[in-house]
């Protein structure tokens, strides 16, 4: 596993390299700050999508919460509250439909691919209805310092990303709940058996997924000064993408956050890099999706038994 | 996963070869020619195709290499700020843009002026407002005024349906400035007409799937509808199948927007009335000749705007030879 790791890194190093001999503009600091940048949304929202892969289920719904915390977060911040109200409302919005999620697979004994397809649906509905499907837009400075705001020469969200991936490694390897994760994904009936409290750790799990789709969302309404009912659309298949690239088993029970991490940058930079070159948006799509189905395969291979 | 690296190489070079044949020429002298860059809402729409087409016909004729790009998907404002976010990254001259959100897109723009790139505003405006807080200012704005277009297309319908008529609309996505400007221009336009009721407003969101699905629900709720207004041409069409579905063609008017070679064929079938012509070549082509003006120093007007046309079947010929 450590040796598969490392791979993943090489594979995010030798991305670089080739940039970097293709194209002048791509190894500057100003560049590189981009992409952390650009990256941190997608790689929050993964850090939650890994706690749910990594119990053996999925969240289809991650892009859906974005929306609905984010517009939940711009309508209380209109309505005059500050952001130390604003942003509390909105955590817990995104923490409920997590928990929500997580209470019906465990007490309805329903797939998580179906819960999570129907909240995906729920909630971007709600936020449109909240909304009159209208964005809500123009933001006070000190909101926006968010995501515009720099610490020395780095960026505030990717400041922000770093915080998030340290709290949820140290709860992934050195609390119980993030051992039980893993002991979930890798046979819940064993879990079970040996005295785990699915029925508390369940709802927590996809709580943490709400969790980090409601951060991911006060980055991107702080970003665009903007909270739109339609934002987020495909961010479930960029996470999905970014932990199965980080080498997070689908089936569950098996990954890292930093692998997690460095699928996220493999995506950014890749899209930064794709950009930087003027490759055409459709090859765009096509060479991220080989992307994709190569990781996986690679994954699929070294699982393999050898014979 | 060392095995995915020869993949990943192999993926980036053919990317790399693909789009630089693509560009043409040698690249010592695209190299050496000032980029325009064009930032497009989608290229998966035919609009901006043939915007494309028309900013490529420009950029060649004046010597300049253009850079187009555009998310995947026409809403998706967070990936067009990305890409204003690289593009400056590689030093672009001028930054052409069809904003996927009036007010969303500032945000880039505030980056693009902080990095001293012009921008030109092309198709849908800016927030007046929200450009002024931000200090965003456009060279210029090369567009077509959709409230006009919903207005022409409102007249259209009183003239033809004699000022009596049962109206289902199909709207854009709610929230989105053309899709108001469009809206409000057709309401307008009937308003002062006793006899024109719009019995139905619904959001089919550009497309042509809702635009069927959308439609076809609204004429089991008021099967009396007679006439259709479609803020664009996929919705239109869309709504046309349904009126197939329905045994009802003939018997319903669709007036859509755009004037997509799809729906010109429509109405030279007589399946559809009438569509506003929006000529997104000439957009294109306006604004890769402003950028270069910029780049000289020259100084452009405010606004630059577009003609439209209404497209009936006795004309729908000739705009076709026209548009090229």
């Known amino acids: 596993m450590k040796a598969r790791r490392f791979g993943t890194l090489i594979g995010l ?54 929306a609905l915390s984010g517009v939940v977060l711009g309508l209380s911040l209109h309505a005059g509250y500050s952001p130390l109200v604003a942003l509390p409302v909105m955590i817990a919005a995104g923490v409920l439909a997590g928990a929500t999620n997580g209470l019906l697979i465990d007490r309805g004994r329903l797939p998580p691919f179906i819960v ?89 799990i996809y709580a943490v997924s709400g969790l980090t789709s409601a951060l991911a969302a006060m980055i991107l309404t702080a970003r665009l000064n903007s909270a739109q009912p339609i934002a987020g659309t495909m961010y479930e298949l960029d996470a999905i993408a970014a932990t199965v690239i980080g080498g997070t088993s689908l089936m569950g029970g098996e990954g890292t956050l930093a692998g997690t991490l460095i699928g996220a940058l493999i995506m950014g930079v890749l899209r930064n890099g794709l950009n930087l070159l003027g490759v055409s948006s459709f090859l765009q799509q096509i060479v991220i999706g080989g992307v994709i189905v190569g990781a996986v395969l690679v994954d699929t291979v070294l699982k393999r038994p050898r014979t | 996963m060392m095995r995915i690296l020869p993949g990943l190489v192999c993926l980036l070079a053919a990317a790399t070869s693909l789009s630089c044949n693509r560009a043409g020429g040698d690249s010592n002298a695209a190299t050496a020619r000032p980029v325009v860059a064009l ?18 016909e420009a950029a060649d004729r004046l010597g300049v290499t253009l850079q187009v790009q555009a998310a995947e998907r026409e809403v998706d404002v967070e990936k067009q700020m990305q890409i204003v976010e690289n593009l400056i990254q590689t030093g672009v001259r001028v930054l052409c843009i069809t904003p996927s959100g009036s007010r969303e897109i500032l945000s880039a723009l505030v980056k693009a002026k902080n990095a001293n790139v012009p921008v030109i505003v092309v198709d849908t405006r800016l927030d007046a407002k929200a450009a002024a807080d931000a200090g965003v200012r456009g060279e210029t704005f090369i567009g077509s005024d959709n409230y006009e277009g919903g207005r022409l297309a409102g007249r259209h319908a009183v003239t033809v349906t004699g000022g009596k008529a049962r109206i289902g609309i199909l709207e854009g996505i709610a929230g989105h400035e053309t899709a108001d400007s469009r809206l409000r221009g057709f ?27 959308v439609f076809q629900n609204m004429l089991q709720a008021h099967p009396n509808i007679d006439t259709v207004f479609a803020a664009s041409d ?63 120093g020259e100084s452009l007007p405010a606004d630059i705007m577009v003609k439209l046309e209404m497209v009936t079947k006795p004309t729908s010929g000739k705009a076709r030879e026209g548009r090229q």
């Not at chain 1, 915080?163 to 051992?179: I, M, N």
């Not at chain 2, 290229?43 to 494309?52: C, I, S, T």
Request: glycine residues 10%; hydrophobic residues 50%; proline residues 4%.
């Open chain 1, 13 to 66: 190093v030798v991305l670089c390299l080739v940039l970097w001999a293709l194209t002048p503009f791509f190894l500057t600091v100003s560049n590189l700050l981009n992409i952390a940048e650009q990256t941190s949304i997608n790689a929050i929202v993964a850090a939650g999508m890994t706690f749910v892969i990594l119990s053996g289920g999925i969240d289809l719904s991650v892009g859906s919460i974005v």
């Open chain 1, 116 to 204: 999570t397809l129907g909240m995906m649906s729920i909630a971007r509905g709600a936020a449109l209805l909240i909304t009159e499907g209208r964005p809500i837009s123009g933001f006070e400075e000190s909101f926006r310092a968010l995501a515009t705001a720099r610490v020395g020469f780095v960026p505030a969200p990717v400041l922000i990303m770093a915080t998030v991936y340290l709290v949820a490694h140290f709860v992934l390897t050195r609390t119980t709940f993030g051992r039980y994760v893993y002991a979930i994904g890798g046979n819940e009936d064993a879990a079970r058996l040996s005295g785990v409290r699915i029925h508390l750790h369940k709802p927590a």
């Open chain 2, 39 to 56: 930032v497009l809402k989608t290229l998966n729409h035919p609009f901006f195709v043939d915007m494309r087409r028309g900013a490529q």
């Open chain 2, 187 to 213: 309401r307008d336009a009937v308003a002062g007409e006793p006899g024109m009721a719009i019995v139905a407003s619904q959001p089919a969101n550009w497309e042509r799937d809702q635009g069927f699905n």
């Open chain 2, 234 to 296: 996929l919705m239109a069409l869309g709504a046309i199948e349904a009126i197939a579905a329905a045994g009802k063609t003939g018997k319903i008017r669709v007036i859509g927007f755009d004037a997509l070679d799809d729906a010109k064929r429509a109405i030279d079938a007589g399946t559809m009335d009438a569509s506003v012509a929006q000529f997104p070549y000439e957009m294109g082509k306006a604004a890769v000749e402003s950028a270069v003006k910029v780049i000289n």
